[in-house]
């Protein structure tokens, strides 16, 4: 784009300009434009001024008399601003919303108008219909409703089909952050058909319900198996799709939630669309305490064993989740082990491991696939009878307070 030396001069200089000048004259000489439509054309030409404002100093600076009659560009769209910035409001009124943006589906037919007028007398300095349009009509829309506008993360997107004269409103999702226990054993993370209900629909159900949204999605850090309870707090983000409103209370659900003694929720709070992606990325260490049952009888000394599986583990991926995990092998390390005897063929296994590492596979081998394994060090056949997470070792908390 050539620079001009008018660039940083108020409008009102700029117009004096031969070439700015010529442009606004053969511009009005290939139909009428309206005021909004020719001062976009020389947007790019000086600083200040609305479009409008420009297109009339423009058409003064010609001699030309004041706009009138139907634009050949737009054909009347920047006369009916007002008409859109209502349309907005009405269609917000069934939303709790703080924060907006305008956007648009073009008319093909204005936008091929556009691009042919710019073909003819330079496209340089001009500003797209598109963004004149959500620019202008957003600055009504908060006029009308006193709400914020917000390009980056609007609560709702006002999308206008100029060519249906139609107004479809985007509702982002609301996010809420937190931490859970599972207290019960036969429950999934997420939503499952196998089994009636799970951790999300227990959260996510009350609080979708009193956000009015339409449905809801669960990001967990990690996720427990479905008979393994999880009694350390499991960071996650319930994600309310198409909410009405906004504010909760969200103390109150937290509750509701708790008091079917199945999951436990803690600092529930609000959070930003990042958080899902910054939990999942996360591998915190976690403790665990396994039952752990033996084909043959061990003695205490035995045990003493176990502390062999302190260091490094080399585990490919279990047979049982292979249909959904690649079959590779990872590293992972467990950080202390401790242990007690309960009879000659059971004893609990406490462990405090690298984040990843699948403790039931430890105890068994999985058919050599991890080790070193409880089954190999002890010299006879073990099974992980039961599981449940004591802690999820988060150097911070995330999500709420």
Same mark, same amino acid.
């Given at each position: 784009?050539?620079?001009?030396?008018?660039?940083? &001069?108020?409008?009102?200089?700029?117009?004096?300009?031969?070439?700015?000048?010529?442009?606004?004259?053969? /511009?009005?000489?290939?139909?009428?434009?309206?005021?909004?439509?020719?001062?976009?054309? +020389?947007?790019?030409?000086?600083?200040?001024?609305?479009?409008?404002?420009?297109?009339?100093?423009?058409?003064? =600076?010609?001699?030309?008399?004041?706009?009138?009659?139907?634009c050949? !560009?737009?054909?009347?769209?920047?006369?009916?601003?007002?008409?859109?910035?209502?349309? *907005?409001?009405?269609?917000?009124?069934?939303?709790?919303?703080?924060?907006?943006?305008?956007?648009?589906? =073009?008319?093909?037919?204005?936008?091929?108008? $556009?691009? /042919?007028?710019?073909?003819? *007398?330079?496209?340089?300095?001009?500003?797209?219909?598109?963004?004149?349009?959500?620019?202008?009509?957003?600055? &009504?829309?908060?006029?009308?409703?006193?709400? $914020?506008?917000?390009?980056?993360?609007?609560?709702?997107?006002?999308?206008?089909?100029h060519?249906?004269?139609?107004?479809?409103?985007?509702?982002?999702? !609301?996010?809420?952050?937190?931490?859970?226990?599972?207290?019960?054993?036969?429950?999934?993370?997420?939503?499952?058909?196998?089994?009636?209900?799970?951790?999300?629909?227990?959260?996510?159900?009350?609080?979708?319900?009193?956000?009015?949204?339409?449905?809801?999605?669960f990001?967990?850090?990690?996720?427990?198996?479905?008979?393994?309870?999880?009694?350390?707090?499991?960071?996650?983000?319930l994600?309310?799709?198409?909410?009405?409103?906004?504010?909760l209370?969200?103390?109150?659900?937290?509750?509701?939630?708790?008091?079917?003694?199945?999951?436990?929720?803690?600092?529930?709070?609000?959070?930003?669309?990042?958080?899902?992606?910054? #939990?999942?990325?996360?591998?915190?260490?976690?403790?665990y305490?396994?039952?752990?049952?033996? =084909?043959?009888?061990?003695? /205490?000394?035995?045990?003493?064993? +176990?502390?062999?599986?302190?260091?490094? #583990?080399?585990?490919?991926?279990?047979?049982?989740?292979?249909?959904?995990?690649?079959?590779?092998?990872?590293?992972?390390?467990?950080?202390?082990?401790?242990?007690?005897?309960?009879?000659?063929?059971t004893?609990?296994?406490?462990?405090?491991?690298?984040?990843?590492?699948? #403790?039931?596979?430890?105890?068994?081998?999985?058919?050599?696939?991890?080790?070193?394994?409880?089954?190999?060090?002890?010299?006879? /056949?073990?099974?992980?009878a039961?599981?449940?997470?004591?802690? #999820?070792?988060?150097?911070?908390?995330?999500?709420?307070?």
């Amino acid at each position: 784009m050539t620079e001009h030396p008018w660039r940083q &001069r108020p409008f009102g200089e700029a117009v004096a300009d031969p070439d700015v000048r010529d442009r606004a004259a053969r /511009a009005l000489a290939s139909g009428p434009l309206c005021d909004h439509c020719l001062g976009r054309l +020389l947007a790019g030409a000086g600083t200040g001024l609305r479009n409008d404002e420009r297109g009339r100093i423009a058409r003064r =600076a010609l001699g030309q008399a004041p706009a009138g009659g139907r634009c050949a !560009l737009c054909e009347g769209l920047f006369d009916q601003l007002d008409a859109w910035a209502a349309q *907005v409001r009405d269609a917000f009124q069934p939303w709790e919303f703080d924060t907006f943006a305008v956007s648009s589906r =073009a008319d093909p037919a204005l936008r091929q108008r $556009e691009q /042919a007028l710019w073909d003819r *007398v330079g496209g340089d300095l001009a500003e797209p219909y598109k963004q004149a349009f959500n620019r202008e009509v957003g600055v &009504r829309v908060a006029a009308l409703t006193g709400r $914020e506008p917000d390009l980056d993360h609007p609560d709702l997107v006002a999308a206008a089909d100029h060519a249906r004269g139609e107004v479809t409103v985007i509702a982002r999702p !609301l996010f809420v952050a937190g931490r859970y226990r599972k207290l019960v054993r036969g429950m999934p993370q997420c939503r499952w058909l196998r089994w009636p209900t799970s951790v999300q629909q227990i959260i996510g159900d009350p609080v979708c319900e009193a956000a009015g949204g339409a449905d809801h999605n669960f990001h967990g850090a990690g996720r427990e198996d479905v008979d393994v309870r999880c009694l350390g707090e499991r960071p996650f983000v319930l994600e309310v799709l198409r909410p009405h409103r906004r504010r909760l209370d969200l103390g109150a659900l937290a509750a509701r939630i708790n008091a079917g003694r199945q999951v436990e929720v803690l600092g529930l709070g609000p959070c930003g669309p990042g958080e899902p992606a910054r #939990i999942k990325a996360a591998r915190p260490e976690k403790t665990y305490r396994a039952l752990v049952r033996l =084909a043959t009888p061990v003695d /205490a000394e035995a045990l003493g064993r +176990l502390s062999a599986l302190a260091g490094p #583990i080399r585990q490919r991926t279990p047979r049982r989740v292979l249909r959904r995990r690649a079959n590779r092998v990872r590293l992972g390390r467990v950080r202390s082990v401790a242990w007690r005897r309960l009879d000659p063929v059971t004893f609990e296994l406490t462990l405090r491991t690298s984040g990843g590492l699948y #403790i039931k596979e430890l105890v068994s081998g999985d058919a050599r696939r991890t080790r070193p394994n409880v089954a190999q060090v002890l010299g006879t /056949a073990a099974e992980c009878a039961e599981l449940d997470v004591l802690a #999820i070792h988060w150097p911070e908390t995330p999500g709420g307070a």
